[in-house]
Nanobody, 124 residues
Framework: VQLQASGGGWVQPGGSLRLSCAASEGVVTAYGMGWFRQSPGKEREFVAAISYTGGSTYHAEGVRGRFTIPRDVAKNTVYLQMNNLRPEDTAVYYC??????????????????WGQGTLVTVSS
């Protein structure tokens, strides 16, 4: 399984950014997919996840209503659409995948496969 995250950059508070995670063929329909992030001096934290069926999603409380996790099966890609960004969203964002057939909320506690991170900076 290979995961390639991209789309990070600098954005002003209130702005939007879309991260992409290009996965190996077939991964997005066989694995739960997700995003975690790590801010300077903090531990990695869960952001959002989508089930392998695409029928269920779960978001961390701090991003609920601002971030979504759509996917494009034909492109083997999962996205993290981030709106109304705040300075506290500044972090390295990691794309993740997990083959376990568990409730998508359970991915809050961790996922098995990690890609490289992409840096998002929110500042004025």
């Amino acid at each position: 399984v290979q995961l390639q995250a991209s789309g990070g950059g600098w954005v002003q508070p209130g702005g939007s950014l879309r991260l992409s995670c290009a996965a190996s063929e077939g991964v997005v329909t066989a694995y739960g997919m997700g995003w975690f992030r790590q801010s300077p001096g903090k531990e990695r934290e869960f952001v959002a996840a989508i089930s392998y069926t695409g029928g269920s999603t779960y978001h961390a409380e701090g991003v609920r209503g601002r971030f979504t996790i759509p996917r494009d099966v034909a492109k083997n890609t999962v996205y993290l659409q981030m709106n109304n960004l705040r300075p506290e969203d500044t972090a390295v964002y990691y794309c993740t995948a997990d083959p376990r057939r568990i409730g998508v909320q359970q991915f809050y506690y961790g996922m098995e496969i990690w890609g490289q991170g992409t840096l998002v900076t929110v500042s004025s």
